[in-house]
Each structure stands twice: as C-alpha cells, then as structure tokens.
C-alpha cells in the first residue's frame, strides 16, 4: 500500500498537520510515523504548559500572527473537546528598575500585536495577583492560559484516526529512498511508502533533512530544559504564571513559574543547557526556588 502522505514525528507539530490535511481533504490516506512507542514523547509532552498570548513576537512576523491567532483556536479546541484549560493570567515582573525600558517595549509590541487585555501594572496590584511577588512594575496578561498539551496530542491523534488517519509508533525513519511511483522509508517496524512527505521531526528536523540528501546546515543546536517542582505545602508561593522580562543575550523567555493544569502543582524552569557531545558551558541556569524538587525535562536532543 501507497499513502498519500507520510508524515514524520508524532509530535503537535505534525499530529496538528495530519489532522488538518485529513479534514480538508478526507480522501487522503495518511500515515503519521514516530521513532517512539507512544506519541508525543519530546517536547510535545514535557512542555511548560502554558497557551501563549502572543506578546513576545516580532509585529507583523509569522509567529506573531500565528501565536495569536493559535491561543484562540486553543481555547477552543480545549473546550470542545473537554480537555483541561484555564485562562489564569500571568504576569511579566521586572524585579529591578533595569527592566523597565525591555518590560515597556514588550508592553508595546504585544499591544501592536493585538493581544487583548494586557496591563502594565505597580507593585500593590502585583501583590494581589501574587502575593508573594515582588516587582516595581508587570505586564499582567489576563489571556494567557494553562493546558496539558500531552492531552492535547492525544486529542489530535484521535481525531486523525476518526478521520481515517494512522499512527505508526516504533516506526523511526532511518532512510528514506525514491521509487519512480513513491517514497520509501525505512524503519526498523519494515519499509512505509508515500507520494509525499511532510517531515515535522523536532530537534531531529536537521537528521531527517539530510536522509533526504539535504544540506548539513542549518544544524540543530539541542538545549535541555529542566524544571523543579515546589514542595506541595509551598504550592501558594506562586498562584499562576509568574515570568521574568526577557534577557535579549539569550533566546529564552527565562526561569518561570507554571501552575500544572493537571494537579495543581507548581513547576520552575525551564533552565537551557547545552546537551553533551555541544560545548561544555551551559549558556544559563536556573535559580531553583528554594524548597523545591527536580521535576522533569522537556526538549530532546
Ligand atoms: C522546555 C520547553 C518548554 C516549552 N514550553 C512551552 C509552553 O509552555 N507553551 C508552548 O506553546 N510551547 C512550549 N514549548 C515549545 C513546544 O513544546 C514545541 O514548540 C512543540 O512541542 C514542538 O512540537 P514538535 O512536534 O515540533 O516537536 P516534538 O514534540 O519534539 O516532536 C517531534 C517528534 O518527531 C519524532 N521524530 C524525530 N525524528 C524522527 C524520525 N527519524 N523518525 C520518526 N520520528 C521522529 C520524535 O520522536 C518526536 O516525537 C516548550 C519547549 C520546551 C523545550
């Protein structure tokens, strides 16, 4: 058998992309493939949680627009399909007067980007979203939101599968080879065939770019994130989202603290250190909170 598509990496990138392509057009048969026994085993799954208002990107840019218009459509999809949300809020504290000038330019381009509701805000009205925060000034951002993006994927695949779509876990692409009629890949479960192939592959996007005899650059440069989580009996110290004002030297948004939609718990991080086998020097590292307890790590290299 021949599908119509193959799409590699079972992650929301490409479970999100087989689902669309299956509604708009029923007819195809497509073939979702992952290296790993389940779906959304790297980032997908070990993520901070958090549904994005759109503040931080470029105006005008792609992610700008897409970040937008993707939070609405998250709400919605999350309460269609029951799946946990909450529209919480969270604030972006400049903990010293330093941050002001970044903390105003990251009001006016979320602002410029059209992302409703945002505030700048003082320290008594930082004190009564979080009464344990302490800033001299914060945007407060009432549209951000929490979800457990595993269950989302887990939502998507499912609607793939309604839609006639397959998911082939344990189905790593290691080679991918031309037929005059199809695409084949090689996995270690036996060779897949397509006439198209839509590679949403992650941190592994530069390995299967050159199965396909692409260029060695761009390279994937893999950072891992880790995050602790607070003590249950310090769960109050963060009610929310509570971030830091982004440092431009690094393209992170920082160390934050993220409620779990699941079970309450509260996580910080994440920290980003340069997996093994790249430079020895992490670029930056957490602050763990005091009190707190390794949690999880999200990313993969
Ligand atoms: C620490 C951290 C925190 C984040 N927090 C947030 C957040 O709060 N909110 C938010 O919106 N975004 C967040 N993100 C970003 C978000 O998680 C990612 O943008 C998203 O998960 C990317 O999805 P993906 O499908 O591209 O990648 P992945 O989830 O990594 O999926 C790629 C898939 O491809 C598979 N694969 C790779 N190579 C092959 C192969 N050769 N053959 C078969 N399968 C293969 C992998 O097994 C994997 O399942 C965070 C990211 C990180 C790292």
Redesign the pocket.
């Known amino acids: 058998m021949i599908y119509d598509i193959a799409v590699?990496?079972?992650?929301?990138?490409?479970?999100a992309s087989a689902r669309e392509l299956t509604r708009r057009h029923p007819e195809l048969k497509l073939a979702v493939?992952?290296?790993?026994p389940a779906?959304?085993?790297?980032?997908?799954?070990?993520?901070?949680?958090?549904?994005?208002s759109g503040i931080y990107y470029e105006t005008g840019s792609l992610k700008a627009r897409l970040c937008v218009a993707g939070a609405r459509e998250m709400y919605a999809y999350c309460e269609e399909h029951a799946l946990p949300v909450e529209r919480c809020g969270k604030l972006i504290v400049a903990a010293a007067g330093s941050e002001l000038p970044r903390l105003e330019a990251l009001y006016a381009r979320g602002v410029a980007n059209g992302v409703d509701g945002l505030e700048v805000i003082g320290p008594d009205a930082i004190r009564e979203i979080e009464p344990h925060c302490q800033g001299v000034k914060a945007i407060w951002a009432p549209n951000t939101g929490i979800t457990d993006?595993a269950r989302v994927a887990a939502s998507y695949a499912d609607d793939l599968r309604a839609g006639g779509g397959e998911v082939l876990t344990g189905?790593?692409?290691?080679k991918i080879g031309q037929r005059p009629d199809a695409l084949v890949l090689t996995?270690p479960a036996g060779e897949v065939q397509a006439r198209r192939l839509l590679a949403?592959?992650?941190?592994?996007s530069d390995?299967?770019a050159r199965?396909t005899g692409g260029s060695r650059l761009p390279k994937v440069v893999p950072?891992r994130?880790d995050?602790w989580v607070l003590r249950r009996d310090r769960r109050d110290l963060a009610r929310n989202l509570i971030y830091p004002v982004p440092d431009p030297a690094f393209p992170f948004l920082g160390v934050h603290f993220?409620r779990r939609v699941s079970d309450g718990a509260v996580w910080a991080?994440?920290n980003a250190v340069l997996t093994s086998g790249w430079a020895t020097s992490p670029s930056r590292s957490a602050s763990a909170a005091s009190g707190a307890w390794p949690a999880a790590t999200?990313?993969?290299a």
């Open positions: 590699i990496g079972a992650g929301l990138v490409g479970l493939l992952d290296k790993e779906i959304a085993r790297h980032q997908s799954g070990h993520n901070s949680g958090v549904i994005h993006y189905h790593g692409v290691e996995t949403c592959a992650g941190l592994h390995r299967v199965l950072f994130g995050y993220t991080g994440p999200g990313g993969s």
